[in-house]
Nanobody, 122 residues
């Protein structure tokens, strides 16, 4: 599975962005998908996850009510981000792994994209 993120950029606090992740591979629908983020010098942090069938979604507490993860049959995964805050600034990564009930452990995801920068100005 190859993953390519897009949609990052610079936005003012309170604004919105939607990140996209394009996946390749015939077994995409078997994988749980996740979005992580990382600030330089800090550990990679789980943001949101979605089950292989799309029925279940998971979020870290700091983004609940503001971010929405979704996936479609065209091998795309999205992260809609609203009411962005400066503390949301990070490189955002798309990840794929075996079904894991929304595990926040990066080790449970076998495939990673290259990341896309999101910068939220105050």
């Amino acid at each position: 599975v190859q993953l390519v993120e897009s949609g990052g950029g610079l936005v003012q606090a309170g604004g919105s962005l939607t990140l996209s992740c394009a996946a390749s591979g015939r077994t995409f629908n078997r994988y749980a998908m996740g979005w992580f983020r990382q600030v330089s010098g800090k550990e990679r942090e789980f943001v949101a996850g979605i089950s292989s069938g799309g029925a279940s979604t998971y979020y870290t507490d700091s983004v609940k009510g503001r971010f929405t993860i979704s996936r479609d049959n065209a091998k795309m995964v999205y992260l809609q981000m609203k009411v962005l805050k400066p503390e949301d600034t990070a490189v955002y990564y798309c990840a794929a792994g075996a079904p894991n009930n929304g595990s926040p452990d990066p080790g449970r995801y076998a495939y990673w994209g290259q990341g896309t920068q999101v910068t939220v100005s105050a």
